[in-house]
């Protein structure tokens, strides 16, 4: 299999900087129409988060950016924020350190505390959704017990069809590692533990045939050991077109985390 095809999503969608060019100007509007409060979750400078709230006892979902763990950050993504709040529905979007300057490892450390800072602000498991790296790191979260639900968006749960990748330049993982941090080997939520259990494996219907296999593979197999899996390819959408539900209040994406947010605890 040709690694490289299936997972350089830049390369496979060649128009991808016009598709990234309408997240900026959606996520520039929803900043200027509704300054989110900068929070510092860490010391370092890219440990901080935007929440943009809903009111003062709303839920609040948190969104995990995608780009391999090694570009973009939280203000690429305010553009999501308004069809949450057109719910009641607030949203913490962080950024954190990015590899090659870090390891992976150390960025599900900071995301950890990202996570956690809502949780104590809130007084509640969030709903933890996340977008390629992003819907990784959101699986992450609920096997460990910090989210009470996570929609995972064309998410890689297994890291290791990445060693081959030039993606890996900058992952710099070996087996091993890749192993370690892949959410296919990790325990599973299955109520056993406190946390939630609901996992929902969202990918686009026109993604290579990896990302939707990882997908598919992500809810069969913790399906079968006792999570609330969905697995739902959504027609006609690439893995930069998948976020655009995300910005309409209406769709049944934004209705699923709507109602997810609503019953966290």
Known sequence: MDHEAQYNNRA???DHPAM?????????????ATPPLELAYG??????????AAGPDAPVAVFLHGGYWQALDKDWFSGLAPALAAHGVGLAIPSYDLCPEVRLGQILRQVRAAVEAVRARTGTRPVVFGHSAGGHMAACMLSE?????AVAISGVFDLAPLIPTSLNAALRLDAAEAAALSPVHWPVPNGSTPGGTVLDCVV?????????????MMADLWGAKGVETR????PGLNHFTV???????????????????????
């Open 43 to 52: 010391p370092g400078p890219r440990e901080v988060m935007d929440l943009f």
């Open 145 to 149: 017990g910090r989210a009470s639900a």
């Open 12 to 14: 496979l969608v060649p």
């Open 231 to 234: 697995y739902q390819a959504l």
């Open 204 to 216: 686009g219907g026109d993604e290579s045939a990896e990302f939707l296999r990882q997908s598919r």
């Open 20 to 32: 990234m060019a309408r997240w900026r100007e959606s996520a520039e509007a929803a900043r200027s």
């Open 243 to 265: 976020l655009d539900p995300l910005r309409d209040a209406d769709s049944p994406l934004v209705q699923r985390i709507v109602d997810l947010a609503r019953t966290a605890g």
